[in-house]
């Protein structure tokens, strides 16, 4: 199974500054034929679902502000906030669907300064 | 708008089973792999397997194989997922989670999760 190692494990970030998450892989994720890196990012707030934020490492889902950014190819990946809101305060995960069982980080909690 | 509905908070005995269902509507059912993952209290998320209504057969994760059971019915568009011989570590909560792309593919992100059904194993 591929291993995907977040970090840091928590992370605290003043309100408007930047915050950056971290998603190793133990395996490559980027599948040469058509050069797409099979990598997700997911935003979880207290007792709800999971939210797809990003999927091919860096294509925002619909509805998702740009203040989210993803970058990243291979085996390294970040996610980043550029100017930290409130509403951002979750854990935060990656995702690999490059190989079955599709596996995710082990999370990153994102809070206030 | 597809949603994704869940059954209700369950409490079980160890050693007992549970059925969870996954209602889905608003979009095309058959050709949409559902996955079911899980989150136990305060930890992350666990893939355990899935299914295409239009082919059938699920797949599973090793770890769950022989314990899980994943079905589809296509007259309703629920998907179920049924874990045997529970114990104090299933204690979690359970969604289901349908592919964002379409593809009929395990090989593809989470898009949209159910509410979560949260099952309690406890003697």
């Known amino acids: 199974d591929i291993v995907l190692t977040q970090s840091p494990d928590s992370l605290a970030v003043s309100l408007g500054e930047r915050a950056t998450i971290s998603c190793k892989s133990s395996q490559n994720v980027l599948y040469s034929s058509n050069n797409k890196n099979y990598l997700a990012w997911y935003q979880q707030k207290p007792g709800q679902p999971p939210k797809l934020l990003l999927y091919w490492a860096s294509t925002r889902d619909s509805g998702v502000p740009d203040r989210f950014s993803g970058r990243g190819s291979g085996t390294d990946f970040t996610l980043t906030i550029s100017s930290l809101q409130a509403e951002d305060v979750a854990v935060y995960y990656c995702q690999q669907y490059y190989s079955t069982p599709p596996t995710f980080g082990q999370g990153t909690k994102l809070e206030i300064k | 708008q597809v949603q994704l509905v869940q059954s209700g908070a369950e409490v079980k005995k160890p050693g007992s089973s549970v059925k969870v269902s996954c209602k889905t509507s608003g979009g095309i059912f058959n050709s949409y792999t559902l996955n079911w993952v899980r989150q136990a209290p305060g930890q992350g998320l666990e893939w355990m397997g899935g299914i295409t209504p239009m082919f059938g057969s699920a797949n599973y994760a090793q770890k769950f194989q022989g314990r899980v059971t994943i079905s589809a019915d296509e007259s309703t568009s629920t998907v179920y997922m049924e874990l045997n011989s529970l114990r104090s570590e299933d204690t979690a909560v359970y969604y289901c989670?349908?592919?964002?792309?379409?593809?009929?593919?395990?090989?593809?992100?989470?898009?949209?999760w159910g509410q979560g059904t949260l099952v309690t194993v406890s003697s």
């Open positions: 989670a349908r592919e964002g792309s379409g593809a009929g593919s395990y090989m593809d992100w989470f898009d949209p």
